[in-house]
């Protein structure tokens, strides 16, 4: 991508997540913080999940100060077990009414090294983080997310040409994995209520981002608000258009 930044996506509709409770993870980076906002400004009730408690916070107040009040769910998905997940689904869809939609923006990125010199735990962490935890939290709210009818689960990804090269460690390895799982659980799911799909956002001004790329000139990139829009689009009853593929808005 430019400079210039993403072809511009069409603004969601006021109202296209109405009445929808979607699961944020990751809600306090940078994508998941904007994504989160902008589901709310669509109407959904947005469950804030992270282990980051006062970054939430932070969230959640300029959530509730324009929108429909949000839910915190701290968890710190490298420490959680599939129990946890469970109950968490549970939760979520007994204590508000349904669930509607799962965001997977959660992501562990220690910094481009070989990968002989990853530490072993470093490298199960970030594989976990990044592939093993998505799938598990994706299992125990699937049967949940069947009981609400139309309902999506979005999986964020990163450029397979990218981050499969040299350096980029579990995280690479497994993002790569998370595009094979958007399609092998597609196909799996494809004639159910439940959409399955990947977002591939371009590049944007992240924490994570600077850690690969610490010299580069920060405003070049648009900041993660350029990609909220099709995370709406995604989980909306619009996103059925990208059912089943990995989408990079940028070449739609």
Sequence with gaps: MNAAGPTPLPAPAADALA??????TGAHGGLGAAAAKACAAAGATVVLLGRRVPKLGRVYDAIKATGPEPALYPLDLAGADPADYETLAAKVAGELGGLHGVLHCAA???GLAPLEATPPDVFVRSLHVNLTAPWLLTQ???PWLRRSGDSAVVFVTDDPARVGGAYWGPYGLAKQALAALVAQLHAETDTGPVRI?????????????ARAYADEARLRVPGPEAWAPACVHLLSAAGADRRGRVWAPESP
Excluded: E, Y
């Design 19 to 24: 009445g929808r409770v979607i699961l944020v």
């Design 108 to 110: 562990d990125f220690p």
């Design 140 to 142: 125990a709210c699937l």
């Design 197 to 209: 799909s990947g977002l591939q956002p371009g590049p944007m001004r992240t924490d994570l981002r």
